[in-house]
C-alpha cells in the first residue's frame, strides 16, 4: 500500500485538488476559461483583420457563414461566400447578402495585416484570413470586423475585471474577519467605514472621478486606475458576509475548544474560522468577477469606460445599445455571449471550487 | 437588543453628517458647476454668447460662487428646516421632484425585491436539497445566464421584441390613456401589465445570484455536525431543512438584504433610464450629470439614509433569527 | 402578518403617487363645426364664446392681423397633436410652437417680416429703432399688448435688482440702449452707435422674443416695487418661467394649462386671443391642444416614433446621426406616417476646429501658418464620413456656413459660395505631405513628424466620448487615422460635455470638432469672424468682447477680418454688407481654411403622422437662430379627424 497516495496522508491542498479534478463540469469551465485567456492574451494571431481600422466598402455586413460546399462541389477546405452588394432605392442603404457563384477557401495560417507578438516579435501570420472578405460575425457600421473586435477586446475585458477582483477580495476577507473576530470598537469601526463607502451610490463616484482624472492619460490608464478605485469600495459585501459567518463560528464549539486548548488568535483565524468561509469567499470572488465585467459594460454604457480606439466587450455592447441594431443589425448584439459565457463558467467553475475546498463536506 | 438599536441609530447621526458632506464635496470635484454646462448648452443650441451675464447673476443668487462650505452650510440650514433646495434644471423645489416620483420607485423596488427573494429562496433551499440532481443543474444553468446577462442590453431587447412581435408599445408605467388619469382599476390594471418587464428585468441579476447564495449557504449548513445530529434524533427531513438549516443559512442573505437598499432607491438606475421609468434613479443619474447640486446631494442623502435604517433593520433581524449573535 | 404590513404599506404608497395631479378638464374632440370652413374660430372657443366667458371672435382678433397663406390648403379646428421633448425646459417645444415676436424671420430665412409688430424703421445713421406694433393685439387673458410691456421688460433690464441685463445685442461700445414708448403702439430704441442688426435679434431664435414679451399687468402683481408683499424678485422668476407658470399670459399660439405625471408631460391649449388668421379670415391655430412627453433617452424616442405616437418631429430624429433613417422609412406604414426631408443646413457636420489661440507658441506658430491647416485638410476622409455618418446622403465640402443663408443670393455670392464649398476639400495624402514637408516638419526615427523645438508633432484631438456623441467621435477617429498617415501623433482625448465647452472657451484645446451650422453672419459671426470668445479664436474673440481687456490681440488675417466685421456694423446699406462679408469669405479663401470642413448639407428627416397637413416639405432646421420650424407656421398644422383620439 502506497502511504503517499492514500487519502489519509494527503494535505488539505492535495485534497482539494483531488475533488476539483473529479468535477468534472468545474474542470471544463477551466478549460473554456483558460482557452478565452490565451485567445486574449494573443489576440493579434486569432483576428483576422484589425480590430480599429474602418472599411467603409463593408459596412454592416452580416455573419458570412462558412460552407463545405458550393456551385463546383464539395471541398474539404471551407469556403466563405462572396457578397454581393444591393442599394435601397429610398434610403440608398446598401445591403449585403452572400454571392453563390463565388466563394474563397480559408486558408489555416495566412497572412494578413502586421503586428507584434507579444508586442515584440514582429510577425503577419493569423490563424485564419482568406482571399476575399471573410467577416464571420459581420461587421459594424465603420466596417469593422466583429470578431477581431471581440477578441481584441476580451483582452481587456477579461484583464480588468481579474485585477478589480483580487484586490477586493484580499481588502474585504481581511477587515471582514478582523471586524467579526475581534468585535468591539474595531468592529464598530469597520462597520461605519463600510456603511460610509457602501452609502454612496456608486454612479455619482464614477462620475466625479472620470471627471477629475487627467484628459492625457491613455483610456487603459483611466480604466484601470477607476477600476482599482472602484474595488476599493467594493469590497463591503463580501467583508459583511465574512463578519457575519465568522460571527456565527465564533461561538462555535470547535472554537471554543480550540481557545482552551491555547491557541492563538492567528491559529485560530487561518485555522477555524478562515476555512468555513473559504467557500464563502470564492463564491463571492467569482460572483464579483461577473460583477465586473458587466460593471465595465455599465460604463462604458455611461461613458466612462475605455475610449476608441481601444475596444472592450462593454464598448461594442454600448454600441449595440440602439433600436436600429436590434431590429435590422442584430449579430452585432453577438458580444453579449462571450460575456455571459465568461461568466458562466466562472461561476461553475468557482462552485467546483468552493465544493472542492470544503473536505469535510458530504 | 433596544441598546443595540438605540446605540446604532445615535451612531447614525454623525454617519450621516459625514455622508452629506463628503457627498457635496464630490459633486464639486468635477470641474466646473451647472452653471457652466448650461452656458455650454446654450450655446451649442443657440450660439448664444450674450447670455452669460445672465448667468452670472443666477450663479450669485443660487451662491455658486461661495466656497464650498458656504454652499453646504445653506444647504444644510435649509434642509433642516425641510427645504432641500431647488434644482437648476427643473427649476422647482427638489422636494416636490423627489416626492413625485418617489411612489414609483417604490412601487418597482419593492415589488423586485420582493419577487427577488420569494423567488431565490424556495428555489436555493430547493435546489440544495436536491444537489446535483437534473433540476438542480437546469436551475444553475438559468442562474448564470441570469446574474450574467448585461441587463440594460436585455431591457432595450426586450421592449423592441415585444414592439415588434406583438406590436405593444410597453414603454414607461402606463400606457398613453392612462398616464393623467385618476386612479381606477383599470389604470391599476394598466400599471401592472406595464410593471412585469421592468420588474422582470431588474430581478435577473438579483434573482440568480440570490438563489446561488441561497444554495451555497444551504448546502454549507447542511453539512453542520448539527444538522447530522438533528436528522440522527429522527427529525423529519422537512423538519430539519427548514425549522433547522433555513434559518440558520438565510442569515447572509439577510444582511444582503440590508445592503440592497440602496438599489431600492436607485431602482437599477441604467434599466429605468432605458425603459423610460418616471423614477428616482434616472432623476439622480441626470442631476450628477447636470452638477444640480442640491437635487443631487438630497438624493445621495436620501439613498444613505435609507441605507443606514436598512443595515440596521438587517441587524437587527439577524440577531432575532440567530440568537446566538443576540447578546452583543 | 408581515405581508399585513406590506400591503398597508402598498396602500400607502398608492394614495402618495395618486396626489399632486393636475387634472385637466375632460378633452372632448371638437366635432366639424356645422358651417364647415365658414367657421371662424374654433368650436372651442366658439361654445365658449356662447355661454358668455369668451368675447366674440371680432373683438378678439387686432385690427390688422397677420394673414398666413396654408402650405396646402385651409385646415378644419379641432384635434390634439401628440409631441416629444428631451429637456423639462422645453426648448425643444418652444422652437416650434413658442415663438411670438415683434418681426419674424421668413421660412424661407432670406431675412425677416412683420410678426407682432407691423413695421420697423431706422433712423439717424442705425442709430434709432422705430417699431410700430399692431392695433388691438391681446394678451392671451384678454389683456392689450402695448409698449408699456416693452418698456416694463427694459426697465427690469436696468433694475440691478432682477437677473435681467441689457441684452447683447442692445449695446454698442460698451453702452447699452434706451428705449421710448411715445405711444401705446410705439417702441424707439436709442443706441450708442449704429446698429443694423438689432432688428435680426428681435427675431432670432425663441429665447429673444420669449425674454422681451412679458406681461406687465400680470407681472406687476409679483414686482416688489408695487406689491409690497414680496421683498425680492424671487417670486417673480417663479412666475415669471414660462414653461411652469400655466397662469402666465402669453403671446404665443398656444398656452401651457397644465404639466402632469411627475413632470414629465405638458399639456397646451389654444391661445383665444392669438394674432393669426388664414387667408379666409379664419383665427388660427387650427389646433386645439397640444399635449408632449418627456423622454430623455434616445431609444425611446425612436421606439416612440416608430409606434406611431409621436404626431410631428422636427429636430429629435436627426440629432445624432442618419443611422436610424432606414428604421424610419421601413416602418412608416406600420407607424402611419410620412418622412419629409428638410435639410439640415449644416455647412459641416462637424467641422475640425485648429486652436488658432494655442498657448502652446510653437504649436500655435504651426496652427497659424496656412500650409498646416491645408495639409490636414487634404487629409480628411470625405467620401468615408460622408457613407459611414450620413449613408452618402451629404456632400463632401470645406467648412463653410449654411448654403441657405441669404449671405449668398446674389450671383456674385452663389459663385463664390461654391468656390469656398470647394476649396481645399480634396482628399490627396501625398498633397498634404509635401505641404508638411515643405514647412520643414521633418519625420522622425520613428516616422512621426518632429517640431521645429525638436518634440513629437502630437495633436489632442478633443472629442465628447461616444456615448455623448457617437457621431463625432466617429468622425474624430477616422479622421485621426488619416493624420497619422501624415505622421502627426493623434491623442483623442474625451472630456466630459460641458468640460470640452470650457476647454474651448478658456483657449485649452489643440484641435476640436464643431457642428457648423449657421444662416446668419450678423448675429452669429463667429464662424467667419473672430469677434466672440468661441469656436477657433477663443482667446481673439475674447479680446474683441471685452474691448481689449482681456484675451490676446488679433493680428494677421485676424485683424483684417475683425475689421471688416466692424465694417459691416456700422453700414447702413444691407446690400453692401452681404458684399462685406464677401470679403471676408475671400480672406478665408486666401489665408485659410480656418476650421476644416467635413461634410454638410446634410437631410433633416422631419416625421409627419399622415392624418397631419400643412406641414412644408423643405426647410432649413439646423440653426437654431433663424427660429425653425417656428418660422414655418404650425399654427396653420391641421389634423384630420382629430388626428389620434385618445
Keep these: 500500500m502506497s502511504k503517499k497516495t492514500d487519502v489519509a496522508y494527503l494535505n488539505y491542498r492535495q485534497l482539494v485538488w483531488r475533488r476539483l479534478r473529479k468535477n468534472r463540469l468545474g474542470m471544463f469551465c477551466a478549460a473554456v476559461l483558460l482557452v478565452f485567456y490565451v485567445i486574449a492574451g494573443f489576440a493579434e494571431f486569432f483576428a483576422p483583420y484589425d480590430y480599429a481600422e474602418p472599411n467603409i466598402t463593408y459596412r454592416y455586413v452580416p455573419p458570412q ?16 461566400m462572396a457578397l454581393k452588394e444591393k442599394a435601397d432605392p429610398v434610403t440608398k442603404e446598401i445591403a449585403y447578402t452572400t454571392d453563390p457563384s463565388r466563394s474563397y477557401p480559408v486558408r489555416f495560417f495566412a497572412r494578413g495585416y502586421s503586428y507584434k507578438l507579444l508586442g515584440i516579435f514582429p510577425s503577419n501570420i493569423h490563424l485564419i484570413g482568406s482571399d476575399g472578405p471573410m467577416y464571420l460575425l459581420g461587421t459594424d457600421r465603420m466596417g469593422r470586423d466583429l470578431l477581431s473586435r471581440m477578441i481584441h477586446g476580451a483582452r481587456v475585458s477579461l484583464t480588468v475585471g481579474l485585477i478589480g477582483v483580487m484586490l477586493s477580495i484580499l481588502i474585504g476577507s481581511l477587515l471582514g474577519t478582523a471586524s467579526g473576530y475581534a468585535g468591539g470598537w474595531i468592529d464598530v469601526g469597520i462597520q461605519r467605514l463600510i456603511e460610509l463607502l457602501s452609502a454612496f451610490p456608486s454612479i455619482p463616484l464614477w462620475m466625479a472621478l472620470a471627471a477629475a482624472l487627467p484628459p492625457t492619460w491613455s483610456s487603459v490608464q483611466v480604466y484601470i486606475g477607476i477600476t482599482v478605485i472602484l474595488s476599493l469600495l467594493g469590497w463591503g459585501g463580501l467583508a459583511r458576509q465574512v463578519r457575519g459567518r465568522v460571527l456565527s463560528l465564533r461561538e462555535a464549539d470547535y472554537v471554543l475548544a480550540a481557545r482552551s486548548a491555547g491557541a492563538g488568535h492567528f491559529h485560530i483565524i487561518r485555522k477555524c474560522l478562515l476555512p468555513p468561509c473559504y467557500g464563502h469567499i470564492i463564491v463571492m470572488a467569482t460572483l464579483a468577477i461577473p460583477g465586473m465585467i458587466l460593471g465595465e459594460t455599465a460604463l462604458s454604457f455611461l461613458g466612462l469606460g475605455i475610449r476608441p480606439p481601444m475596444t472592450s466587450w462593454g464598448v461594442l455592447l454600448e454600441e449595440a445599445q440602439r433600436v436600429t441594431v436590434v431590429l435590422q443589425y442584430p449579430w452585432l448584439l453577438i458580444p453579449a455571449i462571450p460575456v455571459v459565457l465568461v461568466v458562466i463558467c466562472f461561476n461553475f467553475l468557482g462552485d467546483a471550487l468552493r465544493d472542492a475546498a470544503d473536505p469535510y463536506s458530504a | 437588543m433596544t441598546n443595540m438599536i438605540i446605540r446604532r441609530l445615535l451612531l447614525a447621526v454623525p454617519t450621516l453628517i459625514v455622508i452629506s458632506m463628503v457627498s457635496f464635496f464630490i459633486i464639486q470635484l468635477a470641474p466646473g458647476d451647472f452653471l457652466t454646462q448650461k452656458i455650454a448648452e446654450l450655446e451649442q443650441r443657440y450660439g448664444d454668447a450674450s447670455s452669460l451675464a445672465r448667468v452670472q447673476e443666477l450663479r450669485e443668487r443660487y451662491g455658486l460662487d461661495k466656497p464650498v462650505y458656504v454652499q453646504y452650510g445653506k444647504w444644510v440650514w435649509g434642509a433642516i428646516h425641510g427645504n432641500f433646495g431647488e434644482s437648476f434644471r427643473y427649476e422647482r423645489e427638489v422636494s416636490e421632484l423627489i416626492w413625485e416620483r418617489i411612489g414609483y420607485t417604490l412601487v418597482l423596488s419593492i415589488g423586485t425585491l420582493i419577487f427577488i427573494y420569494v423567488v431565490s429562496i424556495p428555489l436555493g433551499i430547493y435546489s440544495a436539497t436536491h444537489n446535483r440532481s437534473l433540476p438542480d443543474r437546469i436551475l444553475m444553468l438559468l442562474c448564470f445566464l441570469g446574474m450574467s446577462m448585461p441587463t440594460f442590453l436585455v431591457a432595450l431587447t426586450v421592449i423592441v421584441v415585444v414592439f415588434n412581435t406583438l406590436g405593444i408599445p410597453l414603454f414607461g408605467l402606463f400606457s398613453m390613456q392612462y398616464e393623467s388619469a385618476p386612479w381606477s382599476w383599470a389604470k391599476f390594471v394598466d400599471l401592472l401589465k406595464h410593471l412585469w418587464i421592468p420588474v422582470v428585468v431588474m430581478s435577473l441579476n438579483g434573482a440568480g445570484g440570490l438563489v446561488r447564495i441561497m444554495r451555497a449557504n444551504m448546502l454549507d449548513v447542511l453539512g453542520e455536525p448539527f444538522v447530522l445530529a438533528a436528522r440522527a434524533k429522527g427529525l423529519s427531513e422537512r423538519a430539519v431543512v427548514y425549522r433547522h438549516a433555513a434559518r440558520i443559512a438565510v442569515n447572509p442573505v439577510i444582511s444582503i438584504l440590508g445592503m440592497s437598499l440602496p438599489s431600492i432607491v436607485s431602482g437599477e438606475t441604467i434599466i429605468a433610464i432605458v425603459l423610460g421609468l418616471p423614477t428616482i434613479g434616472p432623476l439622480l443619474f441626470q442631476s450628477l450629470q447636470d452638477q444640480d447640486m442640491y437635487l443631487a446631494g438630497t438624493l445621495i442623502l436620501m439613498t444613505s439614509t435609507l441605507l443606514i435604517i436598512g443595515n440596521l433593520l438587517a441587524d437587527i433581524v439577524l440577531a432575532w433569527a440567530d440568537p446566538r449573535i443576540r447578546y452583543e | 402578518m408581515r405581508f399585513g404590513y406590506f400591503l398597508l404599506v402598498l396602500c400607502v404608497i398608492m394614495a402618495a403617487s395618486c396626489s399632486r395631479q393636475n387634472t385637466t378638464a375632460p378633452y372632448k374632440p371638437s366635432s366639424e363645426f356645422p358651417n364647415g370652413l365658414n367657421a371662424k374660430e374654433s368650436p372651442m372657443l366658439a361654445e365658449l364664446v356662447r355661454k358668455g366667458e369668451l368675447p366674440p371672435f371680432e373683438s378678439r382678433l387686432p385690427a390688422e392681423p397677420l394673414v398666413v397663406k396654408p402650405f396646402e390648403r385651409p385646415g378644419v379646428y379641432g384635434g390634439m397633436l401628440y ?10 417645444l418652444k422652437i416650434a410652437i413658442g415663438y411670438a415676436p415683434l418681426l419674424r424671420w421668413r421660412s424661407d430665412s432670406n431675412g425677416v417680416e412683420p410678426g407682432l409688430a407691423k413695421s420697423y424703421e431706422y433712423r439717424d445713421g442705425g442709430r434709432t429703432l422705430i417699431i410700430k406694433l399692431r392695433k388691438g393685439l391681446k394678451w392671451s387673458d384678454g389683456y392689450p399688448y402695448t409698449s408699456a410691456d416693452f418698456k416694463f421688460y427694459y426697465d427690469l433690464c436696468l433694475d440691478s435688482r432682477y437677473k435681467l441685463r441689457p441684452p447683447g445685442w442692445c449695446i454698442v461700445n460698451g453702452r447699452p440702449m434706451t428705449v421710448e414708448t411715445p405711444d401705446p403702439l410705439t417702441i424707439v430704441m436709442h443706441f ?43 417670486e417673480f422668476d417663479r412666475k415669471n418661467l414660462t414653461h411652469l407658470n400655466p397662469n402666465r399670459p402669453t403671446m404665443c399660439p398656444w398656452r401651457l394649462v397644465s404639466i402632469e405625471s411627475a413632470g414629465s408631460k405638458v399639456v397646451f391649449e389654444r391661445n383665444p386671443y392669438y394674432y393669426m388668421t388664414d387667408t379666409l379670415g379664419r383665427q388660427l391655430p387650427y389646433i386645439d391642444r397640444i399635449e408632449s412627453t418627456l423622454i430623455r433617452d434616445s431609444q425611446l424616442r425612436v421606439l416612440r416614433m416608430l409606434a406611431g405616437e409621436v404626431d410631428v418631429e422636427f429636430r429629435l430624429i436627426s440629432l445624432t446621426d442618419l443611422t436610424d433613417l432606414g428604421l424610419y422609412m421601413k416602418g412608416r406604414s406600420r407607424g402611419g406616417y410620412r418622412i419629409k426631408l428638410w435639410q439640415e443646413g449644416g455647412g459641416a457636420m462637424s467641422a475640425v476646429v485648429p486652436n488658432w489661440d494655442q498657448k502652446d507658441p510653437v504649436l500655435r506658430r504651426i496652427i497659424r501658418d496656412k500650409r498646416f491647416r491645408r495639409a490636414l485638410s487634404y487629409a480628411v476622409p470625405r467620401e468615408k464620413i460622408n457613407l459611414v455618418v450620413y449613408r452618402g446622403m451629404a456632400v463632401p465640402q470645406n467648412s463653410v456656413i449654411s448654403a441657405q443663408s441669404w449671405h449668398f443670393r446674389s450671383p456674385e455670392g452663389k459663385r463664390l459660395y461654391e ?13 498634404a505631405n509635401a505641404l508638411l514637408d515643405e514647412m520643414g516638419l521633418k519625420r522622425g526615427a520613428d516616422g512621426y513628424r518632429m517640431r521645429p523645438d525638436g518634440r513629437r508633432l502630437t495633436l489632442v484631438f478633443m472629442v465628447g466620448s461616444a456615448s455623448y456623441s457617437r457621431r463625432e467621435n466617429d468622425e474624430a477617429v477616422m479622421i485621426a487615422n488619416e493624420w497619422e498617415k501624415l505622421g502627426i501623433k493623434v491623442i483623442i482625448s474625451t472630456p466630459p460635455g460641458p468640460e470640452i465647452a470650457n476647454r474651448i472657451r478658456q483657449g485649452d484645446y489643440d484641435i476640436t470638432m464643431i457642428g457648423e451650422s449657421e444662416m446668419d453672419l450678423f448675429t452669429y459671426p463667429a464662424w467667419v469672424f473672430p469677434v466672440t470668445n468661441e469656436y477657433w479664436h477663443p482667446l481673439t474673440g475674447k479680446w474683441y468682447e471685452t474691448g481689449g481687456k482681456q484675451g490676446t490681440p488679433p493680428d494677421g488675417p485676424a485683424e483684417e477680418l475683425v475689421d471688416i466685421f466692424m465694417r459691416i456694423k456700422s453700414e447702413p446699406d444691407l446690400e453692401k454688407c452681404h458684399k462685406l462679408v464677401l470679403d471676408a469669405i475671400r480672406l478665408h479663401l486666401r489665408e485659410g481654411p480656418f476650421t476644416i470642413g467635413t461634410v454638410g448639407g446634410s437631410p433633416a428627416p422631419v416625421l409627419v403622422k399622415n392624418y397631419l397637413h400643412n406641414v412644408p416639405n423643405t426647410g432649413v432646421l439646423g440653426p437654431w437662430a433663424v427660429s425653425q420650424p417656428a418660422a414655418s407656421y404650425p399654427e396653420q398644422f391641421y389634423l384630420e379627424n382629430g388626428g389620434r383620439q385618445r
Design chain 1, 65 to 80: 457563414v462558412l460552407r463545405f460546399r458550393d456551385s463546383e462541389g464539395f471541398h474539404i477546405r471551407p469556403r466563405v
Design chain 3, 83 to 92: 409631441m416629444i421633448h428631451d429637456s423639462p425646459d422645453l426648448a425643444i
Design chain 3, 192 to 234: 450708442a452707435g449704429p446698429n443694423y442688426f438689432a432688428h435680426l435679434q428681435l427675431a432670432t431664435g425663441f429665447w429673444n422674443p420669449e425674454e422681451y414679451n412679458i406681461p406687465k399687468h400680470y407681472m406687476i402683481k409679483f414686482h416688489p416695487d408695487y406689491n409690497h408683499r414680496y421683498k425680492d424678485f424671487t
Design chain 3, 419 to 431: 468656390q469656398w464649398r470647394r476649396a481645399f476639400s480634396e482628399y490627396d495624402i501625398a498633397r
